[in-house]
């Protein structure tokens, strides 16, 4: 679902379901996901780089349930993961559809299994080519 607030400024939502199986039940799942975006357009002017400026914040939410325990980790315990991901895109486009990309991401899963639990955060940095 995308939803234009302003001239140059587009909120966009969903969710979505997803079903994986595996071979062993302990590695099938179910996933729920949910995201939400916002992506704001700031012309520059002329004195600037192409442009424009492109900024998305992110919030996605999900959920997977293991269809039953690995008897391997823990037997009595089937796995459950929450997991959250922060995200901020920035985007400077620089020359007909050559652009500069900068993102942000932080990464937090709750396990009901304590070795899937985890805190990880990335930066990127690289070029974009639009064609």
């Not at 062993?24 to 700031?42: G, I, K, P, W």
């Not at 391997?72 to 652009?99: E, M, S």
């Not at 942000?104 to 070029?127: C, E, H, W, Y």
Request: aromatic residues 16%; without cysteine.
């Amino acid at each position: 679902m995308r939803y234009a607030f302003f001239d140059n400024g587009i909120a966009d939502g969903g969710v979505s379901f997803s079903r994986e199986a595996a071979r062993t039940n302990f590695n099938s799942n179910h996933e729920l996901d949910f995201r939400l975006a916002y992506t704001q357009s700031f012309p520059l002017p002329y004195s600037i780089p192409e442009g424009p400026l492109v900024l998305i914040p992110a919030l996605f939410r999900t959920i997977l349930i293991y269809d039953s325990p690995d008897p391997a980790i823990d037997p009595n315990n089937r796995r459950v993961d929450h997991q959250w991901r922060y995200a901020f895109t920035a985007q400077l486009g620089l020359y007909k559809g050559f652009a500069a990309n900068l993102q942000f991401i932080r990464q937090v899963n709750d396990s009901s299994l304590p070795n899937f639990k985890f805190n990880n955060t990335s930066i990127a940095m690289g070029l974009v080519w639009s064609f």
